[in-house]
């Protein structure tokens, strides 16, 4: 028999060093306190905070969330602490646990978005910023940054020039063409893309005739969306040169492996977090179980290996 | 504490209504009342989300073969109304599912001596046996069950048995009185001599009034609310209900998940 | 007792009347003969048929189908007899059912769509076109019609300068903004806009480091793309005047009423004739033994309900 | 034709292999051999397409209560490679299941009174119990049977009770010849006196080489083919196989829902 060589999980995102492929999704693990009593924190690649912004926010009226067949929806609302409590209150947990931490942030204004890049690039224990664009642009009527490869090039730029952190833009999928999208973060400076968000859904209360969210629409994640998820990110890996940090309905290892051939260095475990609080650390073990087994020395041989 | 159970029985206690006991690891004999477990009803993707239950009752059960161990039990009392709890319902003894739980904030068993008054809204009896059980060590209990017909009335005997006085209302008459438990409730406290508090749990629209009532007479309440959740454990912010002084402009929300699902009523913002 | 009162079940589309809101969805159900052990086919509102083009077209190799969580991919790569065939040999079977029986075709030019149209007018058993734009521009560098409105509204003026009868237009949900597309389609002439076609996505098998789909990607639908297409129905009826059908994930009558509520006037039932070939019929039968139960006389007072 | 069945037997007849035994209508007793079913595994949407199977065979049982009816059954034989068929291996007798079937066009069962060589690898073994059990009527009937490693030789005693002379090989060795089974399948044809015809069923690179042997040595060959399958009525074309004039220019696919499974070798284009 021969003797077990446990293969290399490691792989650099952006110039954060991760012992593990496997991060969290914002919005998905709280800020990872919540999940302590189900994941060893230390054995995930890295976590990435909920969406933050400058001043806390409520989000939205109830209900807020809904399934739907192979999936759900949300309309949180981006309810999240702020910044102030986030560094008062979150932060200290997170300094005592050896796990890069991407903070999530958004704005209303690109002047919002930039300044938040400034206040995060100040916190140590924070290792890179993960900024999520798809959010209304308020002075420009509403249309979302990130379905707009100009404002969304702006929103990049903006950030890019307010820290020296490690900074990985978070594309939208509910655009025509995301490798547009993908190239405008890019040339604006982006040195990491995270794909997908959500998508956007509605469910319907029939007997009620009312939308289920209070909110009517919401964001569509879950195994349902894996397909879609996959395509973007195997259109973008093969067109820009920053790594790609794959997201939608990964709920196990093969699905997290999946996403690495169509060329994502790291990935995110979103909902999969809801139904297994322990998805997280579950996935990065099995894949390394998966490469035992099929005789891989090294994670990063995968990266972008789909034979097509 | 996520675990795997081994369901003992399942059983059908009324039309709809349904007993599952299944075996809990040790620890769950701690379980405050009112505290509830999420539920994943099928290891493939649909159902997607686990499902939230309140805890009915915890407890040891010896199996009959001589030399067998002690196997600690957790019941929870469920109402078929959709996927998840249809496919509940369809599971036999020894069929396993995935819990997460204890989960969240229960009861606060509030002045010992002190008559207490619970007040269930049919399946909201769910997670007041639980309660009832411990507040009969100190205090006198009575319990105010309404549902819409004598099929929504649950587990009255083990209530009873526990030694709590029990006042049932139907909104179609079909059993005890002829329309809202809050009535007997309110009755019962104009007859109130000395202390009391209230415990409640069942549909919005009843936990509103209770509140209202207490309010009213100036005793203490406590309400078990139900939120959509996906993760139960204060992550998703799905949950969700406002607190006593949100507004558009002044948001507070709680997370039922985590800082309930009881609350005091006076937390919570109520409809007038 | 009250006397059951037997609900009205029809509807009007752009003209052509409907004995209840259920069509089959293109490329679903053959062209009818396929599905006749299975349902009756004059119990429905309408069929359309799989996808015509001026020649006969082979498709894609294979596998060109694969399952996804709550979904599948297709990628049959458009796959049909061709007009020709499609008269002398198909006609003459639903020349026998009274039951509407819809053309959906494309093309690879603008000239193409409008000489299927032009085809299509002179055959009497249609009743109505949907069009599928959807499809490459082969002369603009294979961009897809149905993502740019401009390239849209050509396709659709020719083709309505082409045929009296009435004509659909299948719109693509690979958008940014399907409203947009909608009001271009709309206002090109169209008399019905049917959506969502289906979206893109992606499979890959892991140990074979290839994509499931010879064609690599392919068209996802079913379940899972449910909440994507009510959001897109809800939207562009909002936005337009002609008649919608909806179309995505429909499994049961729950389903179609919500799609009605949302703004459709009726519905088209896709993959769910896969899961079970009866679907349609059942559907059908049970909305109206739903509107029965709800003590609702007419189906078309569902349309555009939904209290916002 | 669509119907609901009750599941009589499903035990595993080798690792990872299991037999089915489930209710059939009346008539599915006429189904030809090669036809196949779609089955449903489950009621909600994961695994959502229905999945193909070759019936195994067809019968009439007789439950053992006196009085009761005969009962027609179907038996497949199945091997558990992913989700669906990993689902289907956990039912018990009682489960019910829904079936569209019999589907596609079956085996043609030649000229009686010449030899009939069956060539089974794996699984592929399924369909051809019920072909050898009509063919054995007739003529003399011959089993190939190949596989990995001795566990994937299946049910080749039922084959011997039908009086068919059964020739095994693994790769391994590990039961009968060591290599593969077309190897004897030649030293047959080498032998044989008279007509004979092949009827193969298996992965597709076994199909391609005993089609390539039938074609060298001039005789009829039957293939019963795989394909990714959504409608199983001809609808989808999504299980679609090249016809012999197949190319990028000329394009031939066939229907293998309905114009198969089954093909003659002659009609498929083979890889050379
Ligand atoms: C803390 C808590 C404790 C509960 N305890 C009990 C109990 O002891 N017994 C009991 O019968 N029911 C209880 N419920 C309600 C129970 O969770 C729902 O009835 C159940 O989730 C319905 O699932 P379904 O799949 O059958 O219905 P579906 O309608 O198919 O569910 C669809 C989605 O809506 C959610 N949902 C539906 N109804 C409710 C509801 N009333 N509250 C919260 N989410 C809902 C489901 O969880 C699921 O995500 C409790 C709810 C909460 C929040
Ligand atoms: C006409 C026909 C007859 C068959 N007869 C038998 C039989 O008698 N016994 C048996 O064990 N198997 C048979 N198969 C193969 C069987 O259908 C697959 O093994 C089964 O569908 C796998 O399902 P799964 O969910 O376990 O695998 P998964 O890999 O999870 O399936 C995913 C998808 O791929 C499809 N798929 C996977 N493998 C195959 C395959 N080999 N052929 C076609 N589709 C596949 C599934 O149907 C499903 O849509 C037959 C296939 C066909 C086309
Ligand atoms: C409840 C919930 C809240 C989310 N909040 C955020 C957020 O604050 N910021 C963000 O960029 N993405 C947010 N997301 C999106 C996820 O990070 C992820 O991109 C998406 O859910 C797809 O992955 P999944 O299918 O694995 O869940 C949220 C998702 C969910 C389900
Ligand atoms: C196998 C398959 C083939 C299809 N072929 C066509 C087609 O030829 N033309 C077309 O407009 N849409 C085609 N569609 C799209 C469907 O008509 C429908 O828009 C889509 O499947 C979404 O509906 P569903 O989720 O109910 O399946 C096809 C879909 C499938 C699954
Ligand atoms: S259920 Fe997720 S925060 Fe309460
Ligand atoms: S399986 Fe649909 S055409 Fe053959």
């Given at each position: 028999m021969k003797p077990v060589r446990i293969p290399d999980m490691t792989v650099t995102l952006a110039g954060i060093p991760l012992r593990n492929p496997v991060m969290t999704a914002s919005g998905t693990f709280g800020y990872g306190e919540e999940f302590a009593g189900y994941v060893d924190l230390e054995s995930i690649g890295a976590m990435v905070t909920k969406g933050l912004s400058l001043k806390?926010?409520?989000?939205?009226?109830?209900?807020?969330?809904?399934?739907?067949?192979?999936?759900?929806?949300?309309?949180?609302?981006?309810?999240?602490?702020?910044?102030?409590?986030?560094?008062?209150?979150?932060?200290?947990?997170?300094?005592?646990?050896d796990t890069p931490v991407i903070a999530n942030f958004f704005g209303n204004t690109i002047d919002e978005y930039a300044e938040m890049a400034m206040r995060l690039d100040e916190i140590p224990e924070v290792a890179g910023l993960e900024v999520n664009i798809s959010c209304p642009n308020v002075k420009h009527g509403g249309i979302v940054f990130g379905t707009d490869p100009g404002s969304a090039a702006s929103v990049v730029t903006a950030c890019r020039a307010a820290t020296r952190k490690p900074?990985?833009?978070?594309?939208?999928?509910?655009?025509?063409?995301?490798?547009?999208?993908?190239?405008?973060?890019?040339?604006?400076?982006?040195?990491?893309?995270?794909?997908?968000?959500?998508?956007?859904?509605?469910?319907?209360?029939?007997?009620?005739?009312?939308?289920?969210?209070?909110?009517?629409?919401?964001?569509?994640?879950?195994?349902?969306?894996?397909?879609?998820?996959?395509?973007?990110?195997?259109?973008?890996?093969?067109?820009?040169?920053?790594?790609?940090?794959?997201?939608?309905?990964?709920?196990?290892?093969?699905?997290?492996?999946?996403?690495?051939?169509?060329?994502?260095?790291?990935?995110?475990?979103?909902?999969?977090?809801?139904?297994?609080?322990?998805?997280?650390?579950?996935?990065?073990?099995?894949?390394?179980?998966?490469?035992?087994?099929?005789?891989?020395?090294?994670?990063?041989?995968?990266?972008?290996?789909?034979?097509? | 504490?996520?675990?795997?159970?081994?369901?003992?029985?399942?059983?059908?206690?009324?039309?709809?209504?349904?007993?599952?006991?299944?075996?809990?690891?040790?620890?769950?004999?701690?379980?405050?009342?009112?505290?509830?477990?999420?539920?994943?009803?099928?290891?493939?993707?649909?159902?997607?989300?686990?499902?939230?239950?309140?805890?009915?009752?915890?407890?040891?059960?010896?199996?009959a073969q001589s030399g067998a161990v002690a196997q600690p039990y957790l019941e929870m009392l469920y109402r078929v109304v959709g996927k998840g709890t249809a496919l509940l319902s369809t599971l036999h003894e020894t069929d396993l599912l995935d819990l997460l739980g204890p989960l969240g904030k229960g009861f606060d068993l509030g002045t010992p001596g002190e008559e207490k008054l619970i007040v269930g809204g049919g399946v909201g009896l769910a997670p007041l046996y639980l309660l009832a059980k411990e507040l009969v060590k100190n205090s006198k209990v009575r319990l105010f069950a309404g549902g819409r017909t004598r099929d929504d009335i649950l587990c009255i005997t083990e209530f009873e048995r526990l030694g709590v006085e029990c006042y049932t209302a139907t909104e179609d008459g079909s059993l005890g009185e002829c329309g809202l438990v809050t009535e007997a409730l309110w009755r019962r406290l104009d007859q109130l001599?000395?202390?009391?508090?209230?415990?409640?749990?069942?549909?919005?629209?009843?936990?509103n009034a209770v509140a209202g009532i207490a309010a009213a007479r100036g005793i203490p309440c406590q309400v078990s609310l139900e939120g959509y959740m996906a993760c139960g454990v204060g992550a998703c912010l799905g949950c969700v209900a406002p607190g006593h002084s949100h507004s558009q402009e002044t948001p507070d929300f709680r997370c039922v998940c985590t800082e309930g699902p009881v609350f005091d009523a006076g937390e919570l913002k109520w409809r007038d």
């Open positions: 806390p926010r409520a989000g939205n009226p109830t209900p807020r969330i809904v399934e739907t067949p192979g999936g759900m929806l949300n309309a949180i609302g981006l309810q999240n602490v702020g910044i102030e409590a986030f560094v008062t209150k979150k932060v200290p947990y997170l300094r005592g646990i900074l990985m833009v978070k594309l939208s999928p509910n655009v025509t063409d995301v490798v547009v999208m993908a190239k405008a973060c890019e040339d604006a400076g982006a040195d990491a893309l995270s794909l997908i968000n959500t998508l956007t859904g509605m469910a319907i209360d029939l007997v009620r005739r009312r939308p289920v969210l209070a909110n009517i629409t919401g964001g569509f994640s879950g195994p349902a969306i894996k397909p879609i998820a996959l395509r973007m990110v195997w259109q973008v890996a093969k067109a820009v040169k920053v790594p790609i940090v794959g997201i939608g309905g990964i709920m196990n290892a093969v699905d997290a492996l999946e996403f690495m051939l169509a060329g994502a260095t790291a990935i995110q475990v979103g909902t999969a977090s809801f139904i297994n609080p322990g998805a997280s650390q579950k996935i990065a073990e099995d894949m390394q179980e998966w490469l035992v087994e099929h005789d891989i020395d090294d994670v990063k041989t995968l990266i972008g290996a789909l034979e097509t | 504490m996520q675990f795997t159970s081994l369901i003992i029985s399942n059983i059908e206690v009324s039309p709809g209504y349904w007993r599952m006991r299944m075996t809990a690891p040790q620890d769950f004999a701690s379980a405050e009342p009112g505290q509830f477990v999420m539920v994943r009803v099928t290891g493939a993707i649909d159902p997607l989300l686990r499902r939230p239950f309140g805890i009915f009752d915890v407890g040891t059960y010896l199996p001599q000395g202390g009391a508090s209230v415990y409640a749990c069942g549909p919005h629209g009843m936990l």
